[in-house]
């Protein structure tokens, strides 16, 4: 069957990095995507990985490992309004998203 | 403001009722998406559309229809509501017809059904 797994919460501190992991077991693959939730809004797009490798946008970083079916999402300089839930979500065979759960990312100062 | 609108962004429903939630979008985008997501849950697929005129079934889409008659309207009804359809549901898009992943969602109705 096709797996997104992914924490359910973590807690870092303001000003310090975290790095939310990743695994997917998915038909077929055809990209890796992250999203940012902040609670009671919609999810918004951070980041797509197709290739091996760290993808780096600011603040935010993703990387990708296709063989280990493996992804992480790296926040730096962590701000209170990070406070958010974090979603992994697989492109698969079909083209159709599979998503985790989600990883709720509590930021103390 | 470009973007996705849904209504109503929030509803109490009586079991065996019927109801429609709206999604309109200004964007021009191809393809549109309902989910629904529950807590400790990923989003979960209910129904998609590539383009005008045409509908496809996803994960979940017992108990659900939509129609695109248009490429800016993508209606979700539920014929006759049940409790276990209480959720919050997403109207998603994308420019291209296929699903490249890059999703601009709307801000969510929430439903209640007693």
């Known amino acids: 069957g096709q797996n997104i797994d992914q924490p359910t919460e973590m807690t870092a501190t303001e000003g310090a990095i975290v790095q939310i992991n990743c695994t997917y077991q998915?038909?077929?693959?055809?990209?890796l995507f992250w999203y940012q939730q902040h609670a009671g809004e919609a999810p918004t797009f951070l980041s797509y990985?197709?290739l091996d490798g760290l993808e780096e946008k600011g603040r935010f970083s993703s990387f990708l490992s296709r063989s280990k079916g493996y992804s992480y999402l790296l926040l730096k300089e962590l701000q209170m309004k990070d406070s958010a839930s974090y979603l992994c979500?697989?492109?698969?065979?079909?083209?159709?998203?599979?998503w985790g759960a989600g990883t709720k990312l509590i930021i103390k100062p | 403001i470009a973007g996705i609108t849904q209504a109503p962004t929030s509803q109490i429903l009586a079991a065996g009722r019927r109801m429609t939630l709206r999604c309109t979008q200004d964007m021009r985008h191809n393809a549109m998406y309902w989910y629904r997501q529950d807590l400790g849950l990923g989003l979960r697929l209910i129904h998609y559309s590539n383009t005008a005129g045409t509908t496809g079934k996803g994960e979940v889409p017992d108990g659900y229809s939509v129609s695109r008659a248009n490429t800016d309207d993508f209606p979700l009804t539920l014929a006759s509501a049940v409790p276990s359809q209480t959720s919050v549901y997403f109207c998603a898009s994308s420019p291209t017809s296929g699903n490249t992943g890059e999703l601009f969602f709307g801000e969510g109705s929430r439903l209640t059904v007693l």
């Open positions: 998915t038909s077929g693959f055809n990209g």
């Open positions: 990985n197709v």
């Open positions: 979500a697989s492109l698969d065979s079909n083209y159709q998203l599979i």
